[in-house]
């Protein structure tokens, strides 16, 4: 449940910014008439990012035996991949993501087209709904549908209520402090979706687990247990876990935590502004009244 509202927390969040941002450029050069064009886009990508969960999680269960492991490892090591590429992404286009919409909103009001404005919203916020679909799967197969479904509920209804209080400008966040955060978070959780991944491939036969059962922890905490099922969910505990798991987990979070943590290089031409915060103070307000 924790790991699935994080995940939609993080994710919702990021698509309630790129919202507020489309409806705050569209408010201050005095084209409130296209707001429909935008909630039509989240829409339609809102329709995508369910019809992605569905195909996936219908696909899953056509699967038994070795191709369920299979197409689980495959789902898990596919959300591990997205989920640390969705983090760099973030930390390192947080300072460019305003202007770069802003110019693509541009282009459009100066051609147009509503039916650009559509798809700019779709294409921004499809691409993060369709990411959460995957991380759904992932923590569903990790906890249980009832907690993750709970857990996603909850996430994605804290996101659109913190982004309508940012575009109103009633409620600072440091989303600086936010997103290194809920990174530093999911890089756990990316570190356990990995062990899992892993878990799969040797019950399939395609990894070697090198040492089977490295040690047996049940005697402290049941994997089977509710601490033991919120652990593996939000961490990846595995009571009796083989020493390749635990390499791969350890210099996944190594590796990774230590690249995060290094200064972030700027695009060429780029200036900070402040990183999310920044983006969120002068992105999300919509327009003043003026005298």
């Known amino acids: 449940m924790i790991s699935a509202f994080l995940i939609t927390l993080r994710e919702g969040l990021e698509m309630s910014l790129i919202v507020g941002i489309l409806l705050a450029y569209l408010a201050r050069t005095g084209h409130r008439r296209e707001f429909p064009a935008v909630w039509a886009g989240v829409a339609f990508a809102a329709l995508v990012s369910l019809a992605a969960g569905g195909i996936i999680f219908a696909t899953a269960g056509e699967f038994s035996g ?32 305003r202007s770069s919409l802003q110019a693509r909103m541009s282009e459009a ?13 779709w294409v921004s916020v499809g691409r993060e709904g369709v990411e959460t679909a995957l991380f759904f799967f992932a ?34 966040l440091d989303l600086r402090m936010f997103f290194n955060v809920t990174s530093a ?24 687990p090198l040492v089977e059962h490295l040690w047996n922890s049940n005697h402290l905490v049941n994997q089977t247990s509710t601490l033991g099922n ?30 995060y943590l290094r200064p972030v290089r700027l695009p060429a031409g780029a200036r900070p502004t402040g990183g999310p915060s920044r983006i969120a103070d002068q992105a999300t307000q919509p327009e003043r009244p003026r005298a």
């Open 230 to 259: 919120l652990l593996e969910a939000m961490f990846g505990y595995t009571s009796t876990p083989s020493l390749t798991q635990v390499i791969a987990y350890v210099v996944y979070l190594t590796a990774v935590g230590w690249a």
């Open 66 to 97: 070795r191709g369920e492991q299979l197409f689980e490892a495959t789902a898990f090591l596919m959300a591990v991949a997205i989920l640390t590429y969705m983090i760099f992404w973030m930390r390192r286009e947080a300072v460019t993501i």
């Open 185 to 208: 978070l999911l890089l756990v959780v990316g570190a356990g979706l990995l062990t899992r991944g892993i878990g799969e491939l040797q019950e399939a036969g395609l990894v070697p």
């Open 139 to 172: 923590t569903v197969r990790a906890s249980s549908p009832l907690d993750a479904g709970l857990g996603g509920v909850l996430g994605l209804s804290t996101a659109v209520l913190l982004g309508w209080l940012l575009y109103r400008g009633t409620y600072r």
């Open 109 to 121: 009001l100066q051609a147009g087209s509503r039916a650009t404005l559509v798809m700019l919203a």
